[in-house]
């Protein structure tokens, strides 16, 4: 079984920085597919940046040029810069197994989820 746990949220002004960490307790099996999504009060999960088991990556377009997302032995990572308030949400990692050639930012391709952890950006 597959089980995730973000950390790293926190509050900071907007234009700074956070580096969110996600914490596999194992991998799934042969390829796999990892990601970051965010969910404000009132608005449905948005999918943020994506990865595969071979480093292929999507972004979602509210983000490019300002989030990186990167994994490394079971830990995925989102870097966060020149944060806005409209970055404001609780954040989640997920994975799932298989093969996309390039990651998908749907919801509903994903089968493990973590716990969230709150990012908080104020103007």
């Known amino acids: 079984q597959v089980s995730l746990m973000e950390s790293g949220g926190g509050s900071v002004q907007a234009g700074g920085s956070l580096r969110l960490s996600c914490a596999a307790s194992?991998?799934?099996?042969?390829?796999?597919?990892m990601a970051w999504f965010r969910q404000a009060p009132g608005k449905e999960r948005e999918g943020v940046a994506a990865i595969t088991n071979w480093g292929k990556t999507a972004y979602g377009n509210p983000v490019k040029g300002r989030f990186t997302v990167s994994e490394v032995n079971a830990q995925m990572y989102l870097e966060m810069n020149s944060l806005k308030p409209e970055d404001t949400a609780m954040y989640y990692c997920a994975a799932a197994s298989g093969y996309w050639r390039t990651p998908p930012l749907s919801f509903s391709e994903y089968d493990y989820w973590g716990q969230g952890t709150q990012v908080t950006v104020s103007s």
């Open positions: 194992r991998l799934p099996d042969g390829n796999y597919y």
